[in-house]
């Protein structure tokens, strides 16, 4: 491994991606003592959550049991902590899949996200879209960001790409490698519809479509997926009109956008004209954005495999814990799951969040490095905070020592109440 870069710099750490991961990214390298900036071409933090109205967490618990076992500490539970102080209830509900989640509300989410990021002493730039790096040698020296007053550079000594897609990664120069149409995990636009009386599932809506396509020329596509009530509003969302889509092109993302909003108009009238419970009801919204699931495969130095999935518990260089079970979107149908092995958990490796090749640049979130079985399960939120943190730390390290540490990014994991074991 190499050096740190040069001497002028801006920040120790940038964190490009203001999601889950890069929340908790850029946090922790605060925590670790580095003046950090946290990226984000929204106008907020969240990522998919606010987004797309992806509002449950799912990862912070392993499946199945009487009674939640959590896997997903340090920040993570410190945005569940803050949650709850702004008056959410953060108690874990069972779903159908056996597994547990933690419903959100996109507006407690979004301020409890600003408090958190300020309180850390992160410095918060939004509305700011990266669109370039300056690299070479697998060193990036800065990122090339630009608002409504044109472009700027933001130096720094290390960089965390939480941007989902890898952009950052892909900009200064990391190996991709090839995603098919196969393999992809299919997009989905949420619909979140109030005034929805009594229990709803998800075979309810596809029996509702079911009926709808009879007789019809061009038949909807089934509904599959899942549904949830939201907490504070007790809106119904649902998650079941999957898209495929190329989501690094905006050709194909407006086709898919465009399409998703129609099946969704045309779902919504299916439910009321077949559904008593949605007599009363109104379709809030779609999205408001398609929620990407998959996007850039980055080759990484020991990416999260199938095998660690089915073996459970660590690998070396555990620096995250994972507890969700492999969640697959590929092709039409319903999600498949598969569980996770051995004690219900596995870890996640150091290298996962090395990009070959690149020397002060660690990925987080569902930008790590999986095999496509892998991912199916490392890409949820609870384990992106988790990915998150400990990429966050690791560039801390890099930027103070100027080299790479698993073994002292474990140690501070821990220093800051992350779980690498159970
Ligand atoms: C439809 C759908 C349903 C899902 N259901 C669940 C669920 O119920 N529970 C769950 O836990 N997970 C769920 N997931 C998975 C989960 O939401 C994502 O994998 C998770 O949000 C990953 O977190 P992240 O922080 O890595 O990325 P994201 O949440 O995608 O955040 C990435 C951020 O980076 C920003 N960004 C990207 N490029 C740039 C750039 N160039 N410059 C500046 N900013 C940039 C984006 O604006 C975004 O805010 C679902 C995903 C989808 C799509």
New binding site residues.
């Given amino acids: 491994m190499g050096t740190a870069p040069g001497p002028a710099h801006d920040y120790d750490v940038v964190v490009?991606?203001?999601?889950?991961?890069?929340v908790a990214a850029a946090i922790a390298a605060s925590r670790r003592g580095a003046r950090t900036a946290l990226?984000?071409?929204?106008a907020y933090f969240g990522?998919?959550?606010v987004?797309?109205s992806?509002l449950?967490?799912?990862?912070f618990f392993t499946q199945g049991g009487s009674s939640p076992v959590r896997v997903v500490g340090g920040i993570g539970l410190d945005v569940l902590r803050a949650l709850e102080e702004a008056g959410l209830n953060v108690e874990p509900h069972h779903t159908r899949s056996d597994n547990w989640?933690v419903a959100l509300d996109q507006e407690v989410l979004k301020i409890t996200l600003d408090r958190l990021v300020a309180r850390e002493g992160v410095t918060p730039i939004l509305h700011?879209?990266?669109?370039d790096a300056s690299a070479s040698g697998g060193v990036i020296e800065a990122v090339r960001g630009f608002d409504d007053n044109g472009g700027f550079e933001i130096g720094a000594r290390a960089f965390v790409d939480?941007?989902?897609?890898a952009?950052l990664a892909w900009m200064a120069g990391a190996s991709v490698d090839p995603l098919t149409d196969e393999a992809r995990q299919d997009?989905?636009l949420?619909m979140r519809m109030s005034g929805v009386a009594g229990d709803v599932s998800p075979d309810d809506l596809l029996a509702a479509i079911t009926r709808e396509n009879d007789g019809l020329t061009e038949p909807l596509p089934l509904p599959y997926g899942a549904v949830g009530r939201l907490p504070l509003t007790g809106d119904l969302v649902a998650?079941v009109l999957d898209l495929p889509v190329d989501a690094l092109s905006a050709v194909d993302l407006t086709r898919a956008e465009m399409r998703g909003r129609t099946i969704a108009r045309d779902y919504f009238a299916a439910f009321q004209r077949h559904l008593p419970a949605f007599a009363g009801a109104r379709l809030q919204a779609t999205g408001p954005e398609l929620?990407?699931?998959q996007g850039r495969v980055i080759r990484t130095q020991r990416p999260s495999a199938v095998a660690d999935v089915l073996r459970g518990g660590p690998v070396p260089d555990t620096v995250a814990v994972a507890g969700w079970p492999m969640e697959s979107h590929q092709g039409s149908g319903p999600p498949r799951y598969e569980r996770i092995g051995g004690p219900g958990w596995y870890g996640i490796g150091y290298g996962a969040l090395v990009p070959e090749g690149m020397d002060n640049l660690w990925l987080?979130?569902?930008?790590i490095g999986a095999d496509a079985d892998a991912y199916a399960s490392v890409?949820?939120?609870?384990t992106?905070f988790a990915t998150?943190q400990a990429a966050g730390i690791a560039a801390a390290h890099f930027a103070i020592f100027g080299r790479h540490d698993p073994s002292a990014v474990a140690v501070e994991l821990e220093a800051q109440d992350a779980i690498l074991a159970l």
């Fill in positions: 490009v991606g203001g999601g889950s991961a890069g990226i984000e071409r929204r990522g998919v959550a987004a797309g992806v449950m967490y799912c990862g989640v700011c879209g990266i669109i939480a941007s989902g897609n952009n997009a989905s949420v998650i929620g990407v699931r987080a979130g569902r930008a890409r949820v939120m609870g992106a998150g």
